[in-house]
């Protein structure tokens, strides 16, 4: 391996500076780490896509496994549909697809799912940023992979790991098997290659990193066309739900619909193309049983087929939730050009009633890369890179994920839940099952600085809450754009009556109410994210190097609801670890900002 004297500045970890300013090292992969203000790039894609797993006879074309396990003809009663025992062990080794509930069996492969990095080095200080196929990749699949790049002399805490969270991926998490007989969704080969696949593609992209100019920025996607407007949020949008493109189907509604891109371009071209935008990559639909990475996939090949390199998506804010599913989209070509009707206007493109949609995420996807496009307009030369991280533990204490662990669905090993002193309360709060180990990032990369989460973060808690009137006064909400849902009955009800209760207090369903005034925090210390991010042009990294689910603004958490209840307007919260998960990560970002 070639080794190049390195000059290694203070790094943030867990809120400590580690002063090595005095070492050198060898340069992990060959990289090129010197100090001549020269930005380096490299870029490399390896195909995860699963092979050769079992698959079975859809009879009624629900697309979901109606048949038994443990029954490859289906002769027993109640057992509906056959599957190909490829391994003859007479059991069903289905590979499971993440999302829209429980028992969807992959039946194919529509297009690849892939592990994408960008390595990026700049007078001695370097960093990766990888983005990948799936659901979101859990923590302790991420500390393999820092350990195995540890061990080739690579420092473990300079690479952000983001989940795209397809929702036509396979199963990483494990929660998508078949419910009501606790069968895991965990495909064991596929996971178990994840470290490895990252690790060859920040080796083979350090490996062939060359001099490249940077241009950056970012835009909203409701600033860039009225196309993407509903007429409530000033647009031509037949669909009024939609802002920028996008839906948010939890009240209130506040859209994530910045695109922020950069575009790295070596002696040769483009050799890469980081795009970083928010919305969940589901809009294919449920009527799909083949693998894909659904709209993302759309987006690096358009990007990859006009500019050239490879194109590395990192998903953004996706809590609330984000989703492009359902909206009404301004219909293109096959190049990308609108589809106008003969007054020139627009024409418009809706999901399909029924089965999957790959125009629809075309579509979506091929929006998403023009708004990339649109956002590279800013040349400035980068200085620097500095990146640095805040450790903290999540606790458990949500009925959902504690039943996930408790009976073995989680692709967690057993000893991975922290259960002893050092999680705090353990013990002692007789709803805390435990902790598991997590962290935040901030990287600064010349005028752009990406902060991360470990989790489907609400926009609200990136950028804040919008300065309207109603999001202070509930008599407000019943006709405002933003609050859809809002139950009239729930004017004068306290949210702290309703937030542990599925009850009605005075006519008003506590499952549909929310905080009043509207707030991320009832911390005064803590601020949005972006307030407490340096740089011209910041953005979420999220479900990155860990996945535990929504974060929701603590003030408006209901602590009733689960995967047991109705959840009513509060969704996230049956998905999420825990109602503290939102203040532990601004609690990292303001202690990042101390440093």
């Known amino acids: 391996m070639r080794t190049l004297p390195l000059l290694i500045l203070a790094a943030c970890a867990g809120g400590k500076e580690t002063d090595t300013s005095d070492t050198t090292a060898a340069a992990p992969f060959g990289m090129p780490l010197v100090e001549d203000g020269q930005l380096y790039a490299g870029i490399a894609r390896v195909d995860i896509t699963p092979a050769d797993f079992e698959t079975f006879t859809d009879l009624d074309g629900n697309y979901s496994f109606d048949g038994c396990i443990t029954d490859p003809l289906a002769t027993r009663t109640g057992c509906e549909e056959p599957f190909d025992d490829l391994n003859g062990n007479g059991r069903f080794d289905g590979l499971w ?58 420092d473990r805490d300079r690479i952000i790991v983001s989940s795209s969270h397809t929702h036509q991926g396979p199963d990483t998490a494990g929660i998508y098997g078949i419910d009501e007989d606790l069968v895991t969704g965990i495909y064991p080969a596929f996971v178990e290659s994840i470290p490895g696949a990252i690790v060859d593609a920040v080796g083979t992209a350090a490996g062939e990193m060359v001099p490249v100019t940077p241009t950056q920025g970012a835009l909203f996607m409701s600033d860039l066309d009225s196309a993407y407007n509903g007429a409530p949020f000033g647009g031509i949008n037949p669909d009024p739900s939609v802002e920028g493109g996008i839906n948010d189907i939890r009240d209130p509604v506040i859209v994530a619909d910045q695109v922020l891109a950069i575009a790295l371009d070596g002696p040769g071209g483009r050799v890469a193309t980081i795009v970083n935008a928010s919305g969940h990559p589901e ?28 194109a590395v998506f990192l ?63 800013d040349t400035t030369p980068w200085t620097s890179i500095r990146i640095r991280h805040s450790d903290f533990l ?52 010349g005028p752009v600085t990406f902060g991360t989460a470990p989790g489907e973060l609400t926009p609200e808690l990136f950028w804040g809450v919008p300065e309207e ?127």
């Open 97 to 154: 697809i993440a999302g829209f509930g429980s028992a969807r069996a992959a039946s194919g492969v529509h297009d690849p799912i892939t592990v994408t990095a960008v390595v990026l080095s700049l007078n001695g200080e370097y960093v990766s940023l990888v983005g990948i196929d799936a659901l979101g990749v859990l923590e302790n699949r991420i500390r393999d992979t820092r350990d195995l790049l540890e061990a080739e002399g690579y």
């Open 283 to 310: 809009v294919v639909g449920d009527q799909n049983g083949e693998l894909s990475a659904d709209y993302v996939g759309y987006t690096r090949d358009y990007l990859e087929r006009r500019n050239g390199g490879l």
């Open 394 to 445: 999540i606790p458990v204490d949500n009925a959902s994920f504690k039943l996930a662990f408790q009976v073995g669905l989680l692709d967690t090993p057993d000893d991975y839940v922290i259960q002893d002193s050092s999680c705090p309360g353990f013990g002692v709060d007789r709803d805390l099952f435990g902790c598991i180990p997590s962290a935040s990032w901030i990287a600064e990369l």
């Open 315 to 377: 998903s953004g804010a996706l809590g609330g939730m984000q989703s492009a599913l359902g909206a009404t989209l301004p219909a293109i070509d096959e190049d990308g050009a609108r589809i106008l009707d003969a007054d020139g206007a627009p024409t418009w493109l809706t999901a399909a009633p029924s089965g999957p949609d790959w125009e629809f995420a075309r579509t979506w996807g091929t929006l998403v890369g023009q708004a990339a496009e649109a956002a590279l307009t």
């Open 469 to 595: 009137d109603a999001m202070v006064d509930a008599s407000l909400r019943a006709d405002d754009r933003r609050w859809v849902q809002f139950d009239v009955d729930c004017v004068d009800v306290p949210f702290e009556d309703c937030k542990d209760t599925d009850n009605e207090i005075d006519g008003c369903d506590c499952l549909h109410h929310h905080a009043v005034p509207y707030r991320i925090t009832d911390d005064a210390s803590l601020d949005t994210i972006a307030s407490m991010l340096p740089g011209t042009f910041k953005a979420p990294i999220g479900i990155a190097n860990a996945y535990c689910g929504y974060i929701v603004p603590e003030p408006d958490y209901n602590t009733y609801v689960s995967v047991l209840t109705d959840d009513g307007d509060h969704y996230e919260e049956t998905n999420s670890c825990s109602g503290s998960f939102a203040p532990l990560v601004l609690g990292a970002f303001a202690a990042m900002r101390e440093e």
